[in-house]
């Protein structure tokens, strides 16, 4: 490969990986081709970007960022692949999904809301962190139970006394 289509490939990565909020460094070598097809397929569907990469080139763009990734380097080691995603949990659950058949991907690294995590052990967590749009959803609800307490008491309140009027009418 010439040096002039490296630095194109450099530049792109380091492009890639400052636009990208959230991506993940996995390990899918030793996967047949129906599971990487499998695997390709399901991140096709889920809007997750998998690309594989020389881990040069892959720590030369990561020197090029903006972010610190330096943490990351040392799992620069073998084959590597990113997974990009808008949503920092959605590789994680679904390399969970893809464990329960196959040994395959390994997480080396993952970077999820501006935290690296680094090793394979890691997976459960990155699987729980709740996204963006979830925590919105968390604090909405909480928000909106209060209201609704609030509410129905004075609605079982209004009809209690409804209630009362009309016995006390009618003892009359």
Not at 23 to 47: G, H, M, P, Q, V
Request: charged share 30%.
């Amino acid at each position: 490969m010439k040096r002039e289509d490296k630095a194109i490939i450099i530049n792109n990565l380091a492009q890639k990986l400052k636009e990208a909020s959230h991506f993940y460094l996995t390990d899918i070598s030793e996967l047949n081709a129906e599971d990487s097809s499998n695997l390709r397929r399901k991140c096709f569907e889920k809007e997750i970007e998998l690309i594989v990469v020389k881990n040069t080139l892959l720590k030369k763009a990561m020197e090029q960022s903006e972010a610190d990734y330096s943490e990351m380097f040392d799992v620069l080691k073998d084959a590597t692949s990113i997974m990009f995603t808008e949503t920092g949990n959605i590789p994680g659950k679904l390399i969970k999904e893809l464990r329960k058949k196959s040994d395959k991907p390994i997480v080396k690294a993952a970077y999820v809301e501006e935290n690296v995590y680094l090793g394979d052990d890691q997976l459960d967590a990155l699987a729980n962190i709740k996204s963006k749009n979830e925590l919105i959803a968390d604090v909405i609800s909480l928000l909106q139970s209060p209201a609704k307490n609030v509410v129905s008491a004075l609605q079982s309140g209004g009809q209690i006394v409804t209630g009362v009027l009309k016995t006390l009418s009618e003892k009359e």
